[in-house]
């Protein structure tokens, strides 16, 4: 019964490995969606075409930062200049 147990274990192990694999990949997938949406966004947006390059300059120099800053700020800026 002991052998079992540990044969049990052994799988639930490597299942764990899997699904934290899978996670992982998932996460690296939607951060670079979540990149490239906010650089397209940036180069297709209403704005002038020197804030354009300074938001992609921004997003591809510190990718996170420039795309969540893109997301929270840029996007309302570009929103406010197609009115």
Do not use: N
Request: glycine share 8%; charged share 10%; hydrophobic share 65%.
């Amino acid at each position: 019964m002991l052998a079992h147990d540990a044969t049990l274990l052994t799988y639930a192990g490597q299942i764990g490995s899997v699904v934290a694999l899978v996670l992982v990949a998932l996460a690296v997938v939607a951060y670079f969606v979540f990149i490239i949406a906010a650089f397209i966004g940036s180069l297709t947006s209403r704005l002038e075409l020197g804030m354009k390059l300074v938001w992609a300059l921004f997003i591809i120099c510190a990718p996170f930062l420039g795309a969540l800053c893109w997301f929270l700020i840029g996007r309302r800026s570009a929103a406010a200049v197609a009115r």
